[in-house]
Structures are given as structure tokens and as C-alpha cells.
């Protein structure tokens, strides 16, 4: 993929470079990063004040959106669905990161009160809007509109940790950044716990240790002492 | 008697325990099984483990996934609550901006403190550890030595249930037969971890945690433990049976409904109810010891958080067991004309030689662990085996450039997963997503080892806390102000530890992801952070050189005693709440004699 030189632009610029990609024309230049995204819900109407305090009920089971409102835009929802599945996709073993409600989690981390996650979770949106209109100046789509081929390509180029084109290296670090939330979201269901083998917090009559043809096979027989 | 309120309160107690944690919790269970009529004043909430413990929860039922958040400092599950690093309105200082200068102190608000959520590794001092100035002229001795203590880590063990074994070794010492718990089996990581530090020459044994591993002896450990007090053993048989052995699920950080693990909440506070002895008053802020003309401690003042107006409670005794710093803090705030520079204080002691656990942190990644048939590794919910120091004679000729050892905690297999994950980053610098990921998750998932170093602090005259001239908490009560620095001995010892577990990790066959630094500086933990602060109200053999006598007793106030970690003459690097309990329960049984006696 050969990628234009990337230039600075000012917030003014890439809104107007997001409605004309969104009447279908093509940017020449990659977008900077930081610079294009929407006001969301979550800037216009200002965040929660607190979290959920120091004394919150830990028995209670909670979803995303019980304890501050979410504030993905349906546009960003969209997008961040894709990129989750992305990420995740569906295969043999289990669905996909979307499939399990990855998204709802990627919009409470990004919708949270804490200093941490209005940190990351600008990061996250802007990263969202970057990739949005990284799409629409490649191929004239946004970045759930674009095929998989396209959106392919497009994460190949930021899924280096060094880009090879360094103006990309906030994008790669979005990239990771996202892929390691979806990773968090994901493998923390039911599902994904039973994909990556997790087979614990089950109540046990006694511990067994390790299975004994696994001991021997790694050679460890002998330091089973107790 | 039970829960009281300030209107409630009785006109006198024989003792007033301020703190409700390891040491609150130990001193008002031995008291109140001997009959003495026992106040606990706790400055957070009342607590309930049995219906508050989030057992089975997955991390997907909570918010954020879990992860630690400025509200929950441990993490969502985490069994702390209103508390951690900061608790809001109650601030402390530290007077350096200095970066390594620079004190951090995590402070519950809840019924059993730290005891709810600590990792429940349960490891004795050794002989040496309680004289250290003896083996190489730094800190100094404690006026007590091992076999003093003994006894009574021998009855906190037969109390709480602490699994491990006797091994046998330097430092390490065995319990009496019949005393600990069998440990559980190690995990497959701990098995690889344990033959490939023997070509280090680490020793791999059974850590000692307080968790149940079967049911407690209810029929022979309550005459061992209460000889010749028929109540007592009647009511700590019956506690006993109501306490299950581990059912191997679920952290020990959450806290434990079934009752599995010690924490004061589940293991002192429910026996020491039932004698009828014990009152708790809960959300009530002492801020200092009151004393008599004749310079006897009359009992406490506290502010009642839900009114935050001003109460008494009287006793004839009190025991001030509030955590170290806090200690310090009472002590510091309770001026008199008497005692202008606070209580207990002519030594000019109070605050000084506050030590922390010397903590160093590494991890790899180890292929040999990859792509593990799926068992089951929960286990005791928390470490099954450690390495303890093991380099004494090394260190003693001098080679080793630092004075006091550490021990190894390390972590394994797959846990389950939270709200911080990640794999693959190690790819050819590349972040693996889409099918690979997913492969990537299968095929590294408990492959990871997490090392850390838990080290020997020597306590030093620039490390200490004092009463910060300017600043007060919202009940109007003056604070901390923290002075921290490490020494040569911790920070090299912090590289050392650093190094050790990167040859470990390529013992393992692992892989470092950056090489170890030879700079301690960059290898060592903030002072505070591993949660392990003692000291401030040293016990000595001399009024002059320590603020309390061997019996934790102060040297000023005799009516006035010391139960938590303040009195720690040096912080061996074993972790200290067993020793906490174990001077906690002598001092209790010196201040039941001298009551006998009519001393106090």
C-alpha cells in the first residue's frame, strides 16, 4: 500500500475532509491523528461526575450502561463492532468479540468517569475517527463500509508496533491499544474463558495438580513431593 | 454485648482495642475468650465476608472488566472497600517531591482491615530475623527472640490454619506436628519453576498461606489452644466447624464466604462475639488516647463518622492497633501537658524506622508452558509454593553487597482472566489480531511466570513518619507526613533480585523481554507499595533507644500497649501479619496476667 505523505491539519479541515469522504470523494493525504473526531455524546453532554464509589455492591452482577451512560454515537458503534470483530473474528472454536457484547464494553471503558479511562478513551475515540477517515481517503467508504480486503490492508499498515511509515505510529499504538481492550472484553465471557481453555471457578471436592501425563511429559515427575 | 453504637457504649471496659485487623482482631479474641470485656473501635464500616464476598463472579459481571479503577484500588473484586491508596477526605504527605522519596500507604476503611483481602501468606521470622544487629551491626535487635514467640506462632497457626510443610531449612523454621495444614499440590509452572531453580540453587518449597486445606481438628485444637477454659473451647469448636476447607475457586483477595482463608472478619471477630465479652463500634475515628494526671491511660476519643460529632469510650486498658502509621499518628496526636511531644513518646521515637518489604518485580515468557492441555489451576486461590532466601552464608562472608535476603513469591498458569490482557505482543514486533490472535490467546494463555521479590528492609533514620504541621482530615484531625528513603542494601539488593529472576526465567527455558537492569534504582518499589509498613514504636530493651518494652507495652504508659506492626524492631522478608498475630496474642495473654495481678 502506497501511502501519501501524511500533513498536519487543523480540527476545521478534517471535519469538512469527513463530510465531503461521507458525499463519496477521495482525500489525497493520510489524516492526522487526533484532529477528526466528532463531538460524541459522551464531550457534548458531559461525563458522569463519579463512578460507582468506594463501597459498590460486589455481589450484584453488572453490565455496560448500569453505571454511567454509554456515549458511542450509532456511527461509532458500528465502527467499533467491526474493528472488535476484527480483532476477534468468529471461527471454529468461538464467536466473534461483537457476538459476546465486546462493544458494549469498549463503550463503557470509553463512556468511564476515571482520569485513566478519559484518557485512553479519547485515544480510543480518536483513534476511531482516524480510522474512519483513513478509510474514506483510501476507498471512499468509512471504515464498516469498506470490504475486507480493504479493511484488511488498512490494519495491516497500522498493526506494526514501527510502522514502517512513522507518521502511523499513533494510529499502531490505537491499534494495540483497542486489540488488547477487545482481548480483555472478550476473554473475560463465558466464551472466551472456555476458548482460551480456562476451566477453573468451579468448586472442587479436593485439587488434583497437574494432569500426570503432563507432569511426565515435561519431565517434572520428580518434583512431585507433596 | 455485639454492635454498639456511641449510645450504647458501656461506662468502662476492662480494654479498649483501637483497629480491627490482625492485630485489633487477635487482641480482642484472646481478651474476650479470657473473659476481659473488650471494646474494638474500627474507623471504617461494619463488614460482612459471608454476604459481601463476590465468590464465582466473572470478571465479565463487573464493571470495566475488573480492572482497578481510582474507586476500587485492587480491582473491582478486590474485598477493600472505602480504602486503598487514598481514602477521600483523609489525606497524608510526604514532605520530599524527590522521586524514590516518596511514601505510599494503602488504608482500609472496613471491619478487618487488610486481613480481608491480604494474600494470606502466613511465613514465620526466624531466629535470625529477630536479631539482626547481632549477625551484621545494622538496625537493631528485638529484645525478644524466637523462642519466645514460638508458642505463639504455634497458637495463631492451630487458630487460623496455615498450610505448608517443615522443611528444614536456614531461618525457615518447622512448626510443632499437627499444627499446619497439608499444602495443596503445585501447579505445573511451580513444578517446572522449582527443577530449574535447583540448577540456581533456589530452593522450591510449599509457601505456608492461612486457608484451609481441610476442615479444622475442632475436637483437639480448642483444649490446645484455650487450656483449662471449658467456654472458650466450647465456642471456638463450634466456630470451627462452621469454617469449610477451601473448595479451590476463587482469589483470596476477594475475601472468602465459606470462611475458608483467615481474615479477622471470618476467623477472630466471630468466636470472640460469641463469648458476650466483645463490643465493636464501627465507623468511629479515634483521634487520640486520653490520659489521667497521673499520666494512666483513661481510654480513647473518637468522632462518630455518621454524625461527626465527639465521644469517650473508657477502659482500663489500651491497645492500639491500628496499623503502624496510624498508630504513629494516635500516639503523636494525644499531647498533653504531660506529654507535650505526644504519648508514649520520651524516647522521641514515636514515628521513626518505619520499614516497608523491599519489592522487585519481573516477568517472561516461558515456552515450555505453551499450549497446555486446559486443567484446572485455581487451586488455593493464591501461591502454592516460594522460594525463601536462600544465599545466608553468601551474604554473611560479604559477597553479596547487601545485608539483608529476600524471599520469592511468583505466579503461574491460567488464572482467570481479567481486565488487563494481552498476547502476542511478542511476535516480530507485530500485534497479532484476527485468527492469529485468537491462536496467539490458546497458544500463549499461562505461559507467563510473574516473579516478585519480597526483601529485608534495614530500618534507617530517614524513613519515618511525623505529624504534618499544616494539614488535618476532614474530622479536623492533623495527618502524616512521610520522609522515605531506601538504602544501598535495598536498592542492590532490588538488582539482585532482578537478575535472579531473569537467569531463572532463562533456566526455564523462557524468554526476558528487555535484560534486567544493574540499576536497583529502576528495579525497586515505591516505599508503601508492598503494603508491609512496621515500625514507628520500636520495642527495645531500653526506654531511651525504643518506645515500648519487650511485651509491647509502652515504656511511659504502662496501661498502654502496642498490638500491630509499630513495635517491629527490623521487617524481616517474611511477610509480617503472622507475627502480628503472634505478639498480638502475648501481649493480650501479658495484659490479661497483669489484670490478674492487679498491675494495670
Known amino acids: ?226 | 454485648m455485639a454492635f454498639v453504637t456511641p449510645a450504647t457504649l458501656a461506662d468502662r471496659y476492662d480494654v479498649v482495642v483501637v483497629g480491627s485487623g490482625a492485630a485489633g482482631g487477635q487482641s480482642a479474641y484472646t481478651l474476650s475468650m479470657d473473659g476481659a470485656r473488650v471494646l474494638m473501635v474500627e474507623a471504617g464500616r461494619n463488614y460482612d465476608p459471608v454476604s459481601e464476598t463476590a465468590m464465582f463472579q466473572t470478571n465479565d459481571a463487573a464493571p470495566l472488566r475488573g480492572a482497578a479503577t481510582p474507586d476500587k484500588q485492587g480491582g473491582f473484586f478486590d474485598a477493600t472497600v472505602d480504602g486503598g491508596w487514598t481514602v477521600a477526605g483523609e489525606p497524608y504527605t510526604n514532605a520530599s517531591t524527590e522521586e524514590g522519596r516518596q511514601f505510599k500507604w494503602w488504608r482500609p476503611r472496613m471491619l478487618g482491615g487488610r486481613t480481608n483481602h491480604w494474600s494470606r501468606h502466613a511465613l514465620r521470622n526466624g531466629p535470625y530475623d529477630f536479631k539482626p544487629h547481632s549477625r551484621d551491626g545494622l538496625g537493631f535487635d528485638w529484645p525478644i527472640s524466637y523462642g519466645d514467640v514460638a508458642p505463639y506462632y504455634d497458637k495463631v497457626e492451630m487458630l487460623i490454619g496455615v498450610y505448608g510443610t517443615n522443611d528444614g531449612l536456614e531461618n525457615t523454621p518447622d512448626s510443632p506436628e499437627g499444627v499446619l495444614q497439608p499444602p495443596p499440590k503445585a501447579r505445573i509452572g511451580e513444578l517446572l519453576a522449582r527443577q530449574r531453580g535447583r540448577k540456581l540453587g533456589i530452593p522450591v518449597i510449599p509457601i505456608r498461606r492461612a486457608v484451609l486445606t481441610r476442615p479444622l481438628d475442632h475436637r483437639t485444637l480448642p483444649a490446645r489452644l484455650h487450656p483449662g477454659n471449658a467456654k472458650a473451647q466450647r465456642i471456638l469448636a463450634e466456630d470451627m466447624q462452621n469454617r469449610a476447607a477451601c473448595f479451590w475457586a476463587t482469589r483470596c483477595e476477594r475475601g472468602c464466604s465459606i470462611r475458608a482463608n483467615y481474615q479477622s472478619t471470618t476467623v477472630h471477630i466471630p468466636p470472640a462475639l460469641a463469648t458476650g465479652n466483645l463490643d465493636i463500634l464501627a465507623d468511629a475515628m479515634v483521634r487520640e488516647v486520653l490520659v489521667d494526671p497521673a499520666g494512666k491511660a483513661t481510654g480513647v476519643v473518637f468522632i462518630d463518622k455518621r454524625t461527626g460529632l465527639e465521644h469517650r469510650a473508657s477502659a482500663r486498658v489500651v491497645v492500639l492497633a491500628a496499623s503502624a502509621c496510624e498508630t504513629v499518628r494516635l500516639l503523636l496526636n494525644s499531647k498533653s501537658n504531660r506529654f507535650p511531644a505526644g504519648l508514649a513518646n520520651s524516647s522521641g521515637l514515636v514515628g521513626k524506622y518505619i520499614m516497608d518489604t523491599v519489592g522487585g518485580n519481573w516477568g517472561g515468557q516461558i515456552p515450555l508452558l505453551e499450549n497446555l492441555p486446559p486443567h484446572n489451576e485455581d487451586g488455593a486461590g493464591g501461591l502454592h509454593v516460594y522460594a525463601p532466601w536462600w544465599l545466608y552464608k553468601e551474604q554473611k562472608a560479604g559477597k553479596l553487597g547487601f545485608a539483608r535476603g529476600y524471599h520469592i513469591e511468583f505466579g503461574t498458569g491460567k488464572g482467570m482472566p481479567g481486565g488487563r490482557m494481552g498476547f502476542g505482543n511478542d511476535t516480530g514486533g507485530r500485534t497479532s489480531y484476527g485468527t492469529r490472535l485468537k491462536e496467539d490467546a490458546r497458544r500463549y494463555y499461562g505461559s507467563y511466570i510473574g516473579f516478585s521479590g519480597r526483601g529485608e528492609m534495614v530500618p534507617n533514620d530517614d524513613s519515618f513518619c511525623e505529624i504534618d504541621p499544616k494539614v488535618v482530615d476532614k474530622w479536623g484531625i492533623p495527618v502524616l507526613r512521610f520522609s522515605w528513603k531506601w538504602s544501598e542494601h535495598e536498592i542492590r539488593q532490588a538488582a539482585h533480585m532482578q537478575r535472579t529472576f531473569a537467569d531463572w526465567i532463562e533456566a526455564m527455558g523462557g524468554v526476558n523481554h528487555r535484560a534486567p537492569s544493574p540499576d536497583g534504582r529502576k528495579a525497586i518499589s515505591a516505599g508503601g507499595a508492598v503494603i508491609h509498613e512496621v515500625g514507628g514504636t520500636i520495642m527495645g530493651a531500653a526506654p531511651a533507644a525504643s518506645v515500648t518494652n519487650s511485651w509491647s507495652q509502652t515504656w511511659d504508659v504502662k496501661n498502654l500497649f502496642v498490638a500491630d506492626g509499630a513495635v517491629f524492631a527490623s521487617n524481616a522478608d517474611k511477610n509480617p501479619t503472622l507475627t502480628i498475630m503472634a505478639l498480638a496474642w502475648r501481649t493480650a495473654d501479658r495484659i490479661l496476667d497483669e489484670m490478674r495481678r492487679g498491675n494495670l
Open chain 1, 1 to 226: 500500500m502506497n501511502t501519501p505523505e501524511p500533513i498536519r491539519i487543523d480540527r476545521r479541515v478534517a471535519i469538512k475532509w469527513m463530510l465531503t469522504a461521507s458525499a463519496g470523494a477521495m482525500l489525497i493525504r493520510t489524516p492526522s491523528f487526533g484532529g477528526v473526531a466528532p463531538e460524541t455524546a459522551a464531550s457534548a453532554a458531559g461525563r458522569p461526575a463519579t463512578g460507582y464509589g468506594t463501597d459498590p455492591d460486589l455481589v450484584k452482577g453488572y453490565k455496560p450502561g448500569d453505571l454511567w451512560p454509554l456515549t458511542f454515537t450509532a456511527a461509532q458503534r458500528r465502527e467499533a463492532a467491526a474493528l472488535c470483530d476484527i480483532m476477534i473474528p468468529a471461527d471454529d472454536h468461538s464467536p466473534s468479540a461483537s457476538a459476546v457484547g465486546v462493544t458494549d464494553f469498549i463503550d463503557e471503558f470509553v463512556s468511564a468517569p476515571y482520569p485513566d479511562n478519559v484518557r485512553d478513551g479519547k485515544k480510543i475515540v480518536d483513534g476511531l475517527a482516524w480510522l474512519d477517515a483513513e478509510s474514506t481517503r483510501r476507498f471512499g467508504a468509512v471504515f464498516a463500509d469498506a470490504s475486507a480486503g480493504q479493511q484488511a490492508s488498512l490494519c495491516d499498515d497500522i498493526a506494526p508496533e514501527e510502522p514502517a511509515n512513522p507518521d502511523l505510529k499513533a494510529a499502531a499504538d490505537f491499534f494495540k491499544r483497542y486489540r488488547n481492550l477487545v482481548a480483555s472484553g472478550f476473554y473475560t465471557t463465558p466464551v472466551g474463558m472456555k476458548d482460551i481453555g480456562y476451566v477453573g471457578n468451579v468448586p472442587l471436592a479436593r485439587f488434583e495438580g497437574p494432569p500426570a501425563d503432563l507432569v511426565e511429559r515435561l519431565g517434572l515427575t520428580d518434583e512431585v513431593k507433596w
